[in-house]
């Protein structure tokens, strides 16, 4: 069974940084290659695709908003996909997912409903 696990969530002040970790079971990022997509969704909001990975680790894409600040990342030995956020905002205040494709995706999918399973979620909230 396929798990995705997000941590790194918290309070942080408009400036700061958080690193966010999705804690892959079930499938190993080196061998299976699933694509692997952060999204966002503020309360009253529809969910917002954030960062991309594509299957191979070299096609990322980063949405215009978070372009410059946020950084996605893969660690193979550890299963685990980052999302480093830099220079937070207070707009950029939601809960963040994981989601993983089951099978090779060499150009990560941007919609939601292309990815198969889903983390749980952790709460970013940035303070002004």
């Known amino acids: 069974q396929v798990q995705l696990v997000e941590s790194g969530g918290g309070l942080v002040q408009a400036g700061g940084s958080l690193r966010l970790s999705c804690s892959v079971s079930?499938?190993?990022?080196?061998?299976?290659?699933?694509?692997i997509g952060w999204f966002r969704q503020a309360p009253g909001k529809e969910r917002e695709g954030v960062s991309f990975?594509?299957?191979?680790?070299?096609?990322?894409y980063y949405a215009d908003s978070v372009r410059g600040r946020f950084t996605i990342s893969r660690d193979d030995a550890k299963n685990i996909v980052y999302l480093q956020m830099n220079s937070l905002k207070p707009e950029d205040t939601a809960a963040y997912y994981c989601?993983?494709?089951?099978?090779?995706?060499?150009?990560?999918?941007?919609?939601?409903?292309?990815?198969?399973?889903w983390g749980q979620g952790t709460q970013v909230t940035v303070s002004s």
């Open positions: 989601a993983a494709t089951k099978t090779y995706s060499y150009y990560a999918p941007r919609r939601p409903q292309d990815y198969d399973v």
């Open positions: 079930g499938l190993t990022l080196d061998k299976t290659n699933p694509a």
């Open positions: 990975l594509g299957s191979t680790g070299t096609m990322i």
